[in-house]
Protein backbone atom coordinates (compact mmCIF):
# COMPACT_ATOMS: atom_id res chain seq x y z
CA UNK A 1 0.00 0.00 0.00
CA UNK A 2 1.09 3.33 -0.69
CA UNK A 3 2.30 5.96 1.91
CA UNK A 4 -0.56 8.18 2.75
CA UNK A 5 -2.66 5.86 0.80
CA UNK A 6 -5.64 4.14 2.74
CA UNK A 7 -4.99 0.45 4.02
CA UNK A 8 -6.12 -2.56 2.23
CA UNK A 9 -8.61 -3.28 4.54
CA UNK A 10 -10.32 0.18 3.97
CA UNK A 11 -10.48 -0.27 0.49
CA UNK A 12 -12.57 -3.86 0.93
CA UNK A 13 -15.14 -1.73 3.24
CA UNK A 14 -15.29 0.44 0.76
CA UNK A 15 -15.76 -2.06 -1.95
CA UNK A 16 -17.86 -4.20 0.20
CA UNK A 17 -20.37 -0.80 0.51
CA UNK A 18 -20.82 -0.61 -3.01
CA UNK A 19 -18.14 2.81 -3.23
CA UNK A 20 -16.15 3.28 -6.22
CA UNK A 21 -12.22 3.14 -5.38
CA UNK A 22 -9.81 5.42 -7.07
CA UNK A 23 -7.62 4.59 -10.11
CA UNK A 24 -4.27 5.48 -7.10
CA UNK A 25 -5.95 2.42 -4.81
CA UNK A 26 -6.84 0.36 -7.73
CA UNK A 27 -2.96 0.66 -8.49
CA UNK A 28 -2.00 0.44 -5.27
CA UNK A 29 -4.31 -2.90 -4.50
CA UNK A 30 -3.13 -4.88 -7.57
CA UNK A 31 0.65 -3.85 -6.71
CA UNK A 32 0.40 -5.27 -3.46
CA UNK A 33 -1.36 -8.42 -4.96
CA UNK A 34 2.11 -8.76 -7.58
CA UNK A 35 4.38 -8.05 -5.02
CA UNK A 36 2.79 -10.05 -2.01
CA UNK A 37 2.68 -7.62 0.64
CA UNK A 38 -1.18 -8.27 1.01
CA UNK A 39 -2.20 -11.29 2.19
CA UNK A 40 -4.20 -13.98 0.81
CA UNK A 41 -7.01 -13.46 2.90
CA UNK A 42 -7.42 -9.48 2.11
CA UNK A 43 -7.14 -10.21 -1.50
CA UNK A 44 -9.71 -12.88 -1.64
CA UNK A 45 -12.28 -10.60 0.51
CA UNK A 46 -11.47 -8.02 -2.47
CA UNK A 47 -12.51 -10.19 -4.79
CA UNK A 48 -15.60 -11.18 -3.23
CA UNK A 49 -16.55 -7.63 -2.34
CA UNK A 50 -15.76 -7.11 -6.48
CA UNK A 51 -18.08 -10.16 -6.97
CA UNK A 52 -21.08 -9.07 -5.20
CA UNK A 53 -20.46 -5.00 -5.97
CA UNK A 54 -19.08 -5.13 -8.96
CA UNK A 55 -17.18 -2.35 -10.67
CA UNK A 56 -17.57 1.00 -13.08
CA UNK A 57 -16.20 1.27 -16.29
CA UNK A 58 -13.37 3.71 -14.65
CA UNK A 59 -12.50 0.97 -11.55
CA UNK A 60 -12.37 -1.61 -14.49
CA UNK A 61 -10.07 -0.02 -16.66
CA UNK A 62 -7.22 1.11 -14.12
CA UNK A 63 -7.76 -2.85 -12.12
CA UNK A 64 -7.34 -4.28 -15.73
CA UNK A 65 -4.17 -1.58 -16.35
CA UNK A 66 -2.79 -2.43 -13.10
CA UNK A 67 -2.88 -6.11 -14.26
CA UNK A 68 -1.21 -5.62 -17.40
CA UNK A 69 1.45 -3.59 -16.25
CA UNK A 70 2.44 -6.00 -13.14
CA UNK A 71 4.39 -7.93 -16.18
CA UNK A 72 5.99 -7.68 -19.38
CA UNK A 73 4.26 -5.56 -21.86
CA UNK A 74 5.49 -6.76 -25.09
CA UNK A 75 6.82 -4.35 -27.51
CA UNK A 76 5.84 -4.67 -31.27
CA UNK A 77 6.44 -1.87 -32.42
CA UNK A 78 9.21 -2.55 -34.87
CA UNK A 79 6.46 -4.17 -36.77
CA UNK A 80 5.10 -2.65 -39.46
CA UNK A 81 1.68 -4.31 -39.86
CA UNK A 82 -1.07 -4.13 -38.03
CA UNK A 83 -1.02 -6.57 -35.07
CA UNK A 84 -5.02 -8.08 -34.47
CA UNK A 85 -5.03 -11.25 -32.12
CA UNK A 86 -8.08 -13.08 -31.50
CA UNK A 87 -9.36 -14.73 -28.11
CA UNK A 88 -11.97 -17.26 -27.46
CA UNK A 89 -13.59 -17.68 -24.19
CA UNK A 90 -12.79 -21.64 -24.72
CA UNK A 91 -14.76 -24.52 -26.43
CA UNK A 92 -14.76 -27.98 -27.36
CA UNK A 93 -13.31 -28.99 -30.46
CA UNK A 94 -12.10 -25.24 -31.32
CA UNK A 95 -9.42 -25.43 -32.81
CA UNK A 96 -10.32 -22.24 -34.64
CA UNK A 97 -6.86 -20.60 -34.11
CA UNK A 98 -5.22 -23.04 -36.17
CA UNK A 99 -6.41 -22.02 -39.44
CA UNK A 100 -7.33 -18.50 -38.39
CA UNK A 101 -3.79 -17.30 -37.46
CA UNK A 102 -2.16 -18.22 -40.95
CA UNK A 103 -5.18 -17.10 -43.02
CA UNK A 104 -5.03 -13.70 -41.67
CA UNK A 105 -1.08 -13.48 -41.84
CA UNK A 106 -1.62 -14.69 -45.19
CA UNK A 107 -3.92 -11.52 -45.81
CA UNK A 108 -1.00 -9.28 -44.34
CA UNK A 109 -2.07 -8.45 -40.98
CA UNK A 110 0.54 -10.00 -37.88
CA UNK A 111 -0.86 -12.11 -35.40
CA UNK A 112 1.18 -11.93 -32.35
CA UNK A 113 -0.77 -14.95 -30.67
CA UNK A 114 -0.22 -16.41 -26.91
CA UNK A 115 -2.14 -18.94 -26.25
CA UNK A 116 -3.53 -21.58 -23.79
CA UNK A 117 -3.57 -24.75 -22.55
CA UNK A 118 -6.79 -26.88 -21.81
CA UNK A 119 -8.44 -27.65 -18.93
CA UNK A 120 -10.86 -29.45 -17.75
CA UNK A 121 -13.57 -30.20 -20.87
CA UNK A 122 -12.56 -27.33 -23.00
CA UNK A 123 -9.17 -28.03 -25.61
CA UNK A 124 -6.17 -25.71 -25.59
CA UNK A 125 -4.11 -24.16 -29.08
CA UNK A 126 -1.38 -25.11 -27.56
CA UNK A 127 -1.81 -28.77 -26.48
CA UNK A 128 -3.21 -28.66 -30.36
CA UNK A 129 -0.03 -27.81 -31.72
CA UNK A 130 2.44 -29.29 -29.88
CA UNK A 131 1.32 -32.58 -31.09
CA UNK A 132 2.54 -31.82 -34.09
CA UNK A 133 6.08 -33.64 -33.87
CA UNK A 134 8.65 -31.70 -32.59
CA UNK A 135 6.61 -28.01 -32.11
CA UNK A 136 8.13 -25.99 -29.59
CA UNK A 137 5.33 -23.21 -28.02
CA UNK A 138 7.53 -22.18 -25.86
CA UNK A 139 9.93 -19.60 -27.80
CA UNK A 140 11.32 -16.56 -25.99
CA UNK A 141 10.17 -12.83 -26.62
CA UNK A 142 13.06 -11.93 -29.24
CA UNK A 143 12.18 -15.52 -31.29
CA UNK A 144 8.47 -14.70 -31.28
CA UNK A 145 8.91 -11.28 -32.20
CA UNK A 146 11.06 -12.12 -34.57
CA UNK A 147 8.88 -14.49 -36.19
CA UNK A 148 5.87 -12.50 -36.11
CA UNK A 149 7.55 -10.05 -37.95
CA UNK A 150 8.92 -12.53 -40.61
CA UNK A 151 6.27 -14.81 -41.27
CA UNK A 152 2.84 -12.55 -39.64
CA UNK A 153 2.30 -14.81 -36.76
CA UNK A 154 3.53 -17.15 -34.38
CA UNK A 155 1.86 -18.99 -31.72
CA UNK A 156 3.20 -19.53 -27.92
CA UNK A 157 2.19 -19.91 -24.32
CA UNK A 158 2.53 -17.30 -21.88
CA UNK A 159 5.16 -16.72 -20.02
CA UNK A 160 5.41 -16.14 -16.04
CA UNK A 161 5.96 -12.63 -16.42
CA UNK A 162 2.58 -11.73 -18.37
CA UNK A 163 0.22 -10.10 -16.09
CA UNK A 164 1.86 -12.25 -12.91
CA UNK A 165 -0.96 -10.22 -10.55
CA UNK A 166 -3.06 -12.36 -12.85
CA UNK A 167 -2.07 -15.48 -11.71
CA UNK A 168 -2.45 -14.95 -8.28
CA UNK A 169 -6.13 -14.00 -8.29
CA UNK A 170 -6.66 -16.44 -10.84
CA UNK A 171 -5.37 -19.18 -8.29
CA UNK A 172 -7.55 -17.28 -5.54
CA UNK A 173 -10.60 -16.79 -7.77
CA UNK A 174 -10.60 -20.42 -8.25
CA UNK A 175 -10.81 -21.68 -4.55
CA UNK A 176 -13.18 -18.81 -3.36
CA UNK A 177 -15.77 -19.19 -5.35
CA UNK A 178 -15.55 -15.99 -7.39
CA UNK A 179 -14.51 -16.99 -10.56
CA UNK A 180 -18.17 -16.59 -12.31
CA UNK A 181 -17.20 -12.14 -11.64
CA UNK A 182 -17.65 -10.73 -15.22
CA UNK A 183 -15.29 -7.61 -14.22
CA UNK A 184 -13.06 -10.26 -12.80
CA UNK A 185 -13.47 -12.58 -15.84
CA UNK A 186 -13.08 -9.32 -18.25
CA UNK A 187 -9.87 -7.96 -16.69
CA UNK A 188 -8.03 -11.71 -16.24
CA UNK A 189 -8.59 -12.45 -20.08
CA UNK A 190 -7.60 -8.49 -21.11
CA UNK A 191 -4.89 -8.39 -18.81
CA UNK A 192 -3.13 -11.20 -21.09
CA UNK A 193 -4.27 -10.07 -24.03
CA UNK A 194 -3.34 -6.47 -23.71
CA UNK A 195 0.52 -7.51 -22.91
CA UNK A 196 0.39 -9.20 -26.52
CA UNK A 197 1.38 -5.22 -27.72
CA UNK A 198 -1.80 -5.87 -30.52
CA UNK A 199 -3.85 -3.02 -31.73
CA UNK A 200 -6.61 -4.88 -32.06
CA UNK A 201 -8.78 -7.80 -30.37
CA UNK A 202 -11.64 -9.93 -31.88
CA UNK A 203 -13.06 -11.75 -28.69
CA UNK A 204 -14.83 -15.40 -29.68
CA UNK A 205 -17.09 -15.47 -26.97
CA UNK A 206 -18.87 -18.96 -26.80
CA UNK A 207 -22.30 -19.07 -25.47
CA UNK A 208 -24.39 -22.73 -24.64
CA UNK A 209 -24.24 -25.93 -22.95
CA UNK A 210 -20.35 -26.08 -23.61
CA UNK A 211 -19.20 -22.74 -23.03
CA UNK A 212 -18.13 -20.58 -19.81
CA UNK A 213 -20.97 -18.15 -20.53
CA UNK A 214 -24.32 -20.24 -20.94
CA UNK A 215 -26.58 -17.75 -22.08
CA UNK A 216 -26.72 -14.87 -24.21
CA UNK A 217 -27.11 -12.09 -21.93
CA UNK A 218 -24.33 -12.74 -19.50
CA UNK A 219 -21.88 -13.03 -22.79
CA UNK A 220 -22.96 -9.89 -23.42
CA UNK A 221 -22.01 -8.46 -20.37
CA UNK A 222 -18.70 -9.81 -20.30
CA UNK A 223 -18.40 -8.58 -23.91
CA UNK A 224 -19.77 -5.19 -23.26
CA UNK A 225 -17.15 -4.85 -20.03
CA UNK A 226 -14.42 -6.62 -22.25
CA UNK A 227 -14.72 -3.72 -24.55
CA UNK A 228 -14.66 -0.87 -22.34
CA UNK A 229 -11.25 -2.18 -21.04
CA UNK A 230 -10.05 -2.04 -24.50
CA UNK A 231 -11.24 1.03 -25.71
CA UNK A 232 -10.00 2.76 -22.15
CA UNK A 233 -6.34 0.85 -23.15
CA UNK A 234 -6.61 3.23 -27.09
CA UNK A 235 -7.31 -0.86 -28.55
CA UNK A 236 -9.88 -1.72 -31.53
CA UNK A 237 -12.19 -4.90 -29.73
CA UNK A 238 -14.67 -6.78 -32.02
CA UNK A 239 -16.84 -9.08 -29.83
CA UNK A 240 -18.34 -11.90 -31.57
CA UNK A 241 -20.81 -14.39 -29.58
CA UNK A 242 -20.84 -17.79 -31.02
CA UNK A 243 -23.11 -20.89 -30.61
CA UNK A 244 -20.98 -23.50 -28.19
CA UNK A 245 -24.29 -25.87 -27.82
CA UNK A 246 -22.48 -29.02 -29.72
CA UNK A 247 -18.90 -29.34 -30.64
CA UNK A 248 -17.32 -27.56 -33.49
CA UNK A 249 -16.43 -29.40 -36.33
CA UNK A 250 -16.27 -33.26 -36.41
CA UNK A 251 -13.14 -33.71 -34.13
CA UNK A 252 -12.09 -33.82 -30.74
CA UNK A 253 -8.22 -34.11 -29.82
CA UNK A 254 -5.75 -32.93 -30.24
CA UNK A 255 -4.11 -34.48 -33.21
CA UNK A 256 -7.36 -34.70 -34.73
CA UNK A 257 -7.99 -31.10 -34.48
CA UNK A 258 -4.91 -30.51 -36.55
CA UNK A 259 -5.95 -32.44 -39.21
CA UNK A 260 -8.88 -31.09 -39.23
CA UNK A 261 -7.35 -27.77 -39.29
CA UNK A 262 -5.30 -28.73 -42.06
CA UNK A 263 -8.23 -29.64 -44.22
CA UNK A 264 -9.72 -26.77 -43.39
CA UNK A 265 -6.70 -24.80 -44.69
CA UNK A 266 -7.33 -26.70 -47.84
CA UNK A 267 -10.34 -25.53 -48.77
CA UNK A 268 -12.40 -27.99 -46.94
CA UNK A 269 -13.19 -29.04 -43.27
CA UNK A 270 -16.76 -29.04 -42.03
CA UNK A 271 -18.96 -26.35 -42.78
CA UNK A 272 -19.27 -24.40 -39.25
CA UNK A 273 -15.50 -24.49 -38.86
CA UNK A 274 -14.67 -22.83 -41.91
CA UNK A 275 -17.54 -20.46 -41.48
CA UNK A 276 -15.95 -19.42 -38.24
CA UNK A 277 -12.43 -19.35 -39.57
CA UNK A 278 -14.00 -17.06 -42.18
CA UNK A 279 -16.31 -14.86 -39.90
CA UNK A 280 -13.32 -14.45 -37.08
CA UNK A 281 -10.80 -13.77 -39.73
CA UNK A 282 -12.56 -11.18 -41.67
CA UNK A 283 -13.46 -8.92 -38.63
CA UNK A 284 -9.72 -9.17 -37.69
CA UNK A 285 -8.86 -7.66 -41.41
CA UNK A 286 -11.47 -4.67 -40.49
CA UNK A 287 -9.95 -3.75 -37.25
CA UNK A 288 -6.69 -4.02 -38.71
CA UNK A 289 -7.83 -2.09 -41.48
CA UNK A 290 -7.25 -3.97 -44.54
CA UNK A 291 -10.55 -4.60 -45.28
CA UNK A 292 -13.38 -2.16 -45.35
CA UNK A 293 -15.96 -4.30 -45.18
CA UNK A 294 -16.98 -7.56 -43.19
CA UNK A 295 -17.67 -9.16 -46.21
CA UNK A 296 -14.93 -7.87 -48.15
CA UNK A 297 -12.74 -9.70 -45.18
CA UNK A 298 -14.37 -12.99 -45.19
CA UNK A 299 -13.80 -12.73 -48.91
CA UNK A 300 -10.38 -12.51 -48.60
CA UNK A 301 -10.26 -14.81 -45.78
CA UNK A 302 -11.82 -17.57 -47.58
CA UNK A 303 -9.50 -16.98 -50.68
CA UNK A 304 -6.73 -17.32 -48.49
CA UNK A 305 -8.00 -20.94 -47.08
CA UNK A 306 -8.81 -21.79 -50.88
CA UNK A 307 -6.01 -20.99 -53.10
CA UNK A 308 -3.18 -22.26 -50.59
CA UNK A 309 -1.88 -19.10 -49.23
CA UNK A 310 -3.09 -20.23 -45.75
CA UNK A 311 -1.72 -23.15 -45.54
CA UNK A 312 1.82 -22.01 -47.33
CA UNK A 313 1.92 -19.89 -44.13
CA UNK A 314 1.08 -22.45 -41.78
CA UNK A 315 3.67 -24.74 -43.15
CA UNK A 316 6.65 -21.96 -42.62
CA UNK A 317 5.50 -21.41 -38.96
CA UNK A 318 5.36 -25.46 -37.98
CA UNK A 319 8.63 -25.57 -39.67
CA UNK A 320 10.10 -22.12 -38.02
CA UNK A 321 9.16 -23.49 -34.58
CA UNK A 322 10.30 -26.92 -34.76
CA UNK A 323 7.77 -28.83 -36.23
CA UNK A 324 7.47 -31.36 -38.96
CA UNK A 325 6.48 -29.13 -41.50
CA UNK A 326 5.32 -32.74 -44.14
CA UNK A 327 2.21 -33.09 -41.44
CA UNK A 328 0.69 -30.50 -44.12
CA UNK A 329 0.89 -33.18 -46.53
CA UNK A 330 1.32 -36.19 -44.94
CA UNK A 331 -0.84 -35.57 -42.67
CA UNK A 332 -1.85 -38.71 -41.22
CA UNK A 333 1.46 -40.05 -41.40
CA UNK A 334 2.91 -37.45 -39.55
CA UNK A 335 0.46 -36.72 -36.70
CA UNK A 336 0.15 -39.22 -34.09
CA UNK A 337 -2.65 -42.07 -34.46
CA UNK A 338 -4.41 -43.93 -31.58
CA UNK A 339 -3.67 -47.03 -31.80
CA UNK A 340 -7.71 -48.23 -31.25
CA UNK A 341 -11.03 -46.96 -32.91
CA UNK A 342 -13.97 -48.20 -32.02
CA UNK A 343 -17.44 -46.98 -33.07
CA UNK A 344 -20.40 -45.91 -30.66
CA UNK A 345 -23.43 -47.04 -32.03
CA UNK A 346 -26.90 -45.45 -31.51
CA UNK A 347 -28.76 -47.15 -29.27
CA UNK A 348 -32.37 -46.34 -31.13
CA UNK A 349 -33.61 -44.78 -34.27
CA UNK A 350 -34.03 -41.01 -33.97
CA UNK A 351 -33.18 -37.75 -34.96
CA UNK A 352 -30.27 -36.14 -33.18
CA UNK A 353 -31.98 -33.00 -31.36
CA UNK A 354 -28.99 -32.03 -29.06
CA UNK A 355 -25.73 -32.69 -28.50
CA UNK A 356 -24.28 -31.60 -25.16
CA UNK A 357 -20.03 -30.06 -26.01
CA UNK A 358 -19.36 -30.56 -22.28
CA UNK A 359 -20.29 -34.08 -22.41
CA UNK A 360 -18.07 -34.75 -25.40
CA UNK A 361 -15.50 -32.72 -23.93
CA UNK A 362 -15.72 -35.07 -20.90
CA UNK A 363 -15.68 -37.93 -22.82
CA UNK A 364 -12.73 -37.03 -24.74
CA UNK A 365 -10.80 -36.14 -21.40
CA UNK A 366 -11.18 -39.46 -20.10
CA UNK A 367 -9.96 -40.92 -23.16
CA UNK A 368 -6.49 -39.08 -22.67
CA UNK A 369 -7.25 -35.84 -24.69
CA UNK A 370 -7.11 -33.50 -21.83
CA UNK A 371 -6.81 -33.03 -18.60
CA UNK A 372 -8.32 -33.34 -15.27
CA UNK A 373 -5.45 -31.32 -13.41
CA UNK A 374 -3.18 -29.10 -14.79
CA UNK A 375 -0.45 -31.66 -14.36
CA UNK A 376 -2.06 -34.42 -16.26
CA UNK A 377 0.11 -35.78 -19.15
CA UNK A 378 -1.87 -35.45 -22.63
CA UNK A 379 -2.40 -37.99 -25.13
CA UNK A 380 -1.83 -36.20 -28.51
CA UNK A 381 -3.83 -38.84 -30.45
CA UNK A 382 -6.77 -39.66 -28.41
CA UNK A 383 -10.18 -38.36 -28.79
CA UNK A 384 -13.22 -38.72 -30.85
CA UNK A 385 -14.43 -38.06 -34.30
CA UNK A 386 -18.60 -37.44 -34.68
CA UNK A 387 -19.99 -39.29 -37.60
CA UNK A 388 -23.24 -37.87 -37.04
CA UNK A 389 -24.39 -34.51 -36.02
CA UNK A 390 -27.46 -31.91 -34.79
CA UNK A 391 -30.35 -32.91 -37.01
CA UNK A 392 -29.14 -35.94 -38.56
CA UNK A 393 -31.22 -38.55 -38.83
CA UNK A 394 -29.87 -42.24 -37.35
CA UNK A 395 -31.05 -46.14 -37.42
CA UNK A 396 -30.37 -47.93 -34.27
CA UNK A 397 -26.82 -49.21 -34.75
CA UNK A 398 -25.71 -46.95 -36.86
CA UNK A 399 -21.85 -45.04 -35.83
CA UNK A 400 -22.42 -41.81 -33.96
CA UNK A 401 -18.96 -42.05 -33.52
CA UNK A 402 -15.66 -43.00 -33.14
CA UNK A 403 -13.35 -43.05 -29.58
CA UNK A 404 -9.43 -42.28 -30.52
CA UNK A 405 -7.17 -43.80 -27.46
CA UNK A 406 -4.11 -45.85 -26.34
CA UNK A 407 -5.56 -47.49 -23.18
CA UNK A 408 -6.36 -51.43 -23.08
CA UNK A 409 -9.51 -52.86 -24.20
CA UNK A 410 -10.97 -53.93 -20.65
CA UNK A 411 -9.62 -50.23 -19.16
CA UNK A 412 -12.65 -49.12 -17.53
CA UNK A 413 -12.42 -45.67 -19.07
CA UNK A 414 -12.97 -46.97 -22.55
CA UNK A 415 -16.82 -47.72 -21.19
CA UNK A 416 -16.96 -44.62 -18.96
CA UNK A 417 -16.16 -42.46 -22.50
CA UNK A 418 -18.81 -44.39 -24.39
CA UNK A 419 -21.38 -43.53 -21.49
CA UNK A 420 -20.69 -40.00 -21.42
CA UNK A 421 -20.73 -39.78 -25.05
CA UNK A 422 -23.71 -41.41 -25.76
CA UNK A 423 -25.06 -39.07 -22.36
CA UNK A 424 -24.16 -36.23 -24.81
CA UNK A 425 -26.79 -36.93 -27.54
CA UNK A 426 -29.89 -36.73 -27.61
CA UNK A 427 -32.05 -38.88 -29.75
CA UNK A 428 -35.75 -37.24 -30.80
CA UNK A 429 -38.76 -38.18 -32.70
CA UNK A 430 -38.28 -35.27 -34.93
CA UNK A 431 -35.64 -32.82 -36.31
CA UNK A 432 -35.08 -29.53 -34.54
CA UNK A 433 -34.70 -26.48 -36.27
CA UNK A 434 -31.74 -26.55 -38.69
CA UNK A 435 -29.10 -24.76 -37.60
CA UNK A 436 -27.65 -22.40 -40.07
CA UNK A 437 -24.68 -20.52 -38.76
CA UNK A 438 -22.53 -20.12 -35.19
CA UNK A 439 -22.60 -16.64 -35.26
CA UNK A 440 -25.03 -15.26 -33.06
CA UNK A 441 -23.81 -11.53 -32.56
CA UNK A 442 -21.53 -8.93 -33.36
CA UNK A 443 -20.43 -6.27 -31.45
CA UNK A 444 -18.12 -4.11 -33.72
CA UNK A 445 -15.87 -0.97 -32.19
N1 LIG B 1 -10.17 -16.99 -18.93
C1 LIG B 1 -9.30 -16.20 -18.26
O1 LIG B 1 -8.19 -15.95 -18.72
N2 LIG B 1 -9.70 -15.67 -17.10
C2 LIG B 1 -10.90 -15.89 -16.55
O2 LIG B 1 -11.19 -15.38 -15.50
C3 LIG B 1 -11.79 -16.73 -17.24
C4 LIG B 1 -11.41 -17.28 -18.45
Redesign the pocket.
Known amino acids: MRDGGRLPVELIRSKRDGEALSADELRGFIAGVTDGSIPDYQVAAMLMAIYFRGMTDGELAAWADAMVRSGDVLDLSAIARAKVDKHS?GGVGDKISIPLAPAVAACGVAVPMVSGRGLGHTGGTLDKLESIPGFRVDLDVARFTALVGELGVCLIGQTSRVAPADKRL?ALRDVTGT?ESIP??AS??MS?KLAEGIDGLVLDCKVGTGA?MKDAERARALCTAIRAIGHAAGKRVTCVLTDMDAPIGKAVGNALEIAESIDVMRGGGPADTRELTVVLGGEMLCLAGVAATADEGQARIAHALDDGSALAVFRRVVAAQGGNPEVCERTAEVLPQAAHRVPVLAPRDGVIAAVDAEDVGMAALVLGAGRRTKDDVIDPGAGIVLAAGLGDRVRAGQPLAELHHNLGPDDPRVAAARGRFLGAIHLAETAPPPRTTRILEIMRS
Open positions: TYILISIKF
